[in-house]
């Protein structure tokens, strides 16, 4: 569904990516990790097509950067880290902005668009909140928002860029698990940056991991969640450990601390 192309990003004199060349099928997600400067958001401003790129991003085989920004609307939402959120519209207004490419020149939103945006705040558990400001929500309810609004554009390929930092433990999985199941029914195509490597096991079906701009290793989380490869491309102190139900959770050590064995307490304590 969508693929890259040798694609390479500078900002002035810094190369942040170099020759990228990455294929995603339709239906499938792929999770992008590596260390902070390696260049995962600028990969995703890229597909979207905000910041300029050498090479050639395609998205069902069609260049995107012969489109006009409407029809690039109709097949990628994106979510950045830092959306921008007006503080005094309500809730399910801004929702509604994911459906603006589906609504015609002069024309508003219809019932169905209504609905549609509805039913995700009601997914997200956000119903309660669809009249109130978004200045009055909470950091996790403001990015399920966010969310809800890059689900209402209803594009085939959905960019994440850490779509799940603001929120507590149990709705990261909560939030990673509606993508998961819109994907299903949709046949999503889902690019996201996650910095918490245990999520980004647990939900892609493949990894890419990038260090200085470059694709160093892409593979299932299987081959790509191991202590060699974390070492080189994350440093030390990282481990692999493996659940009874057979997934994979990456811990971290401290450089005292024997990996795999736990610290006796200190008296007293």
Same mark, same amino acid.
């Given at each position: 569904?969508?693929? @890259? ?7 002035? +004199? ?17 999770? =992008? =990790? ?22 050639? =991003?395609? =998205? ?31 809730? $399910?207004?801004? &929702? ?16 169905? *668009? ?19 400001? $978004? ?10 928002? &966010? ?17 799940? +930092?603001?929120? *507590? ?12 199941? $819109?994907? !299903?029914?949709? +046949? ?14 647990? @939900? ?6 990038? *260090? *200085? ?5 892409? /593979? ?8 060699? &490869?974390?070492?080189?491309? @994350? ?16 811990? +971290? ?6 990996? /795999? ?6 008296? !007293?304590?």
């Amino acid at each position: 569904m969508i693929s @890259f192309h040798g694609v390479g990003v500078r900002y002035g +004199s810094a190369q942040a990516l170099a020759e990228v060349s990455e294929q995603v099928p339709a239906g499938q997600w792929l999770g =992008i =990790i590596g260390r902070n400067g390696t260049g995962k958001s600028t990969l995703l401003r890229a597909a979207a097509r905000l910041v300029g790129h050498e090479g050639t =991003i395609t =998205i069902g085989g069609q260049p995107t950067a012969g489109m006009g920004r409407r029809a690039l609307a109709r097949l990628v939402a994106y979510v950045p880290q830092l959306p921008e959120l007006p503080p005094d519209m309500a809730t $399910l207004d801004y &929702v509604l902005l994911g459906r603006t490419p589906h609504i015609g020149y002069l024309r508003t939103e219809t019932q169905a *668009d209504r609905e549609i945006c509805a039913g995700l705040l009601d997914r997200m558990e956000l119903a309660p909140m669809a009249g109130r400001a $978004l200045g009055t929500l909470s950091g996790g309810e403001l990015q399920r928002a &966010v969310l809800a609004r890059a689900l209402a554009q209803e594009a085939p390929v959905l960019l994440l860029d850490e779509p799940t +930092s603001a929120l *507590d433990l149990g709705r990261r999985v909560a939030a990673l698990e509606l993508v998961d199941e $819109l994907r !299903g029914e949709r +046949s999503l195509t889902v690019l996201s940056v996650v910095h918490d490597l245990t999520l980004a096991g647990q @939900f892609a079906d493949r990894l890419l991991v990038l *260090d *200085d701009g470059r694709v160093a290793v892409t /593979g299932d989380p299987a081959r790509v969640l191991r202590d060699d &490869v974390l070492a080189r491309h @994350f440093g030390t102190g990282l481990h692999v450990l493996t659940t009874p139900a057979g997934e994979r959770v990456v811990v +971290s050590s401290r450089s005292t601390a024997r990996p /795999g064995k736990l610290r006796p307490p200190a008296p !007293g304590r």
